[in-house]
Nanobody, 121 residues
């Protein structure tokens, strides 16, 4: 079993900041990539940011310069620092992990339960 535990969501005013965290635990042999996706009501889930096991990062154009993804990969943990938040950033944020489980041949993508980020005055 693999679990992804997210924390750090909440309500913030426009222009404010939040920091999300996600820790992967369980029967993990190797973790290749972790990231954040988000889904707003009535919209498809979209990529926010990802980071690989060798610290290569990728960001959606809409968050570049405002969001920063970082990792404590040894601890299987990532953080997403979100600054200058706007109402358009409000969504449920999902943590993802691409990994290989112990005693498994294939890799798979695992998801957290999601954490709500609300941006409102």
């Amino acid at each position: 079993q693999v679990q992804l535990e997210e924390s750090g969501g909440g309500l913030v005013q426009p222009g404010g900041s939040l920091r999300l965290s996600c820790t992967a635990s369980g029967s993990i042999f190797r973790l290749f990539l972790m990231g954040w996706y988000r889904q707003a009501p009535g919209k498809q889930r979209e990529l926010v940011a990802t980071i690989t096991d060798d610290n290569n990062t990728n960001y959606a154009d809409s968050v570049k310069g405002r969001f920063t993804i970082s990792t404590h990969i040894i601890k299987n943990t990532i953080h997403l620092q979100m600054n200058s938040l706007t109402p358009e950033d409000a969504a449920v944020y999902y943590c993802s992990a691409d990994l290989q489980r112990r005693f498994a041949e294939n890799t798979g993508r695992y998801w957290g339960q999601g954490t709500q980020v609300s941006v409102s005055s």
